[in-house]
């Protein structure tokens, strides 16, 4: 059956989550998806078999529903929304083609969760700064779901948040299909700082396996980590929310414990004695909370919380401090 298709999405990045965005957003009957990617060989790829080469290989990827593009201004022309799915370390250099002009009238949504680095800013505050677009025009895609489960299309939720309902509402419908649920939340700011602390904790928990810990002490230490995350993002944006719910726990939870955490086995290389510049050249994939450790260290410089799971990490990762000895440091400050 010949379907119209009336909505243009833009999805920018041509990693494993922008892969698993788009076969999600291709769920819905209307929708043609515009994907831009760096990798001129990944496109032409594409173009011919319908496969993305370098991420989740094995999702077909239609051509009546996917244009891909080179140029990131054709992906985003007559696009609704855009969507990044580029991590944060890598944001500003490809939408740095973008203008105020050329994204006025969109809607914005992140799907990063991280940082952009040396700025120590949100995603999305990043955005309202460089090209003047309301917090009310974005959201964020946020909760335990990991790509590669999309992939095989076993049940996942997402939740999306907005400072502004309607477009969390909007955008949430479009991301639920058969296999995801997504769920709109009003909490942009907690849910943002929640998904980049979570990755610092799962880095925490690769490299304390990687010494030799057991799941006993990562128990403990994700039940600290996440009134550490409480601490931190009441500081930061002071109001009710329920940190037990899935946007929070939960995707603590998925990150710590997951099989396809990229940011544990990223912790677990450094635990048994990688190097981080080693760690990073081996693992394809990029962990986000390797620079979400210096980002929130450095933002704490000012609001003075307590953090010591986020303070170990840095230690380990950006002063040469020894795991070992600095997880028995840390061992001092858990309950
Ligand atoms: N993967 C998940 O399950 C998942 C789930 C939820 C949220 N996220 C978030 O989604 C965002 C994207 O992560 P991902 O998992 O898709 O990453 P990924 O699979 O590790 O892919 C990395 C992406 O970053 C690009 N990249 C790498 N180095 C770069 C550089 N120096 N300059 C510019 N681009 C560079 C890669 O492009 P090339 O391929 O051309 O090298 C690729 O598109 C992150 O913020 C992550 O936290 C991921
Ligand atoms: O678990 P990671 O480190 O691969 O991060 C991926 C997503 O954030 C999980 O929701």
Redesign the pocket.
Known sequence: MNQTLTEKIAVIGGGSWATALVKILCEQPHIQVRWWLRSAEDIAHIRTYHHNPSYLSDVYLSPKKVKVCDKIKEAIKGAQYVVLAIPAAFIEEPLRELSPELLKGKRIVSAI?GMVPHKNKLVTDWIEETYGIPLDDMCVIA????AEEVALEKQSYLTIASTNLACSEDFSKLMTCRYVTANPLTDLYGVEYA?VMK?IV?LACGITHGIGYGDNFQAVMVANAMQEIRRFVTAVDPRERDLSSSAYLG?LL??AY?Q?????LFGNMIGRGYSVKAAQLEMKMI?E?YYAAKSIFTMNEKYQVSMPITEAVYRILYEGAAPAFVMEQLKKHLK
């Open positions: 969760k909760g335990p779901c990991h998904a990755n799962a995707d998925v990150t997951s396809f955490s990229r940011n544990r962990a909370g």
